[in-house]
């Protein structure tokens, strides 16, 4: 009887212990997929010819980002004016350089898909081949006083840090 008794006990033992294992296994196998499809955004431009001058943000990552906030500065100056990001204030700034953009408005809860890429802001050319050297001039003056600023997270609500594009610590005039 001792003996039943004892076997009874190893084997809820073993029981116990492959129940443990098995629950540690399902934990790690969450916390490893939770971590494989995470969001890397990263903002750059590409300015290689006019009809593609942009700055955008790119989803580097494996997984969906969600826009927590987007803010869009000029000369470090930030001036959000009804949740436009600053796109409001940036817009008036560039009359002085007779700039025409396109822009993307980020807004919060808006989300970037693994591999795409959005454009921030684009050059609007006038079409007139007489121009485009200067519109071009005028668009990289114009971007190199600009500042984004990206906040976001995964859709497990885990915050990244944020991305930053600032204009006037690159290089934008060096093709030029």
């Not at 399902?26 to 890397?40: E, F, G």
């Not at 580097?60 to 000369?75: C, N, Q, T």
């Not at 591999?115 to 190199?144: H, M, P, Q, R």
């Not at 006037?168 to 093709?175: A, C, M, P, W």
């Amino acid at each position: 009887m001792a003996e039943i008794i004892a076997s009874i006990t190893l084997a809820e033992q073993i029981a116990s212990i492959a129940l443990l294992v098995s629950i540690g296994s399902v934990l790690y196998m969450q916390r490893a997929i939770k971590l494989s499809v995470q969001p890397n955004l990263n903002i750059d431009h590409n300015f290689a010819s006019p009809e593609k001058m942009c700055v955008r943000v790119r989803n580097d990552g494996i997984g969906p980002a969600r826009i927590i906030k987007l803010k869009v500065s000029f000369k470090n100056v930030f001036k959000e004016h009804n949740s436009d990001n600053g796109w409001k204030y940036v817009s008036n700034e560039r009359k002085q350089f007779r700039v025409e953009f396109a822009k993307y408005s980020l807004k919060p809860g808006d989300s970037i898909i693994a591999g795409n890429a959005i454009n921030l802001i684009s050059l609007k050319t006038s079409g007139n081949l007489g121009n485009i050297e200067k519109e071009v001039k005028d668009f990289l003056l114009f971007v190199s006083d600009i500042k984004f600023e990206i906040k976001y997270e995964s859709f497990d609500k885990k915050i990244h840090e944020p991305v930053s594009w600032d204009g006037s610590k690159k290089n934008l005039f060096g093709k030029f």
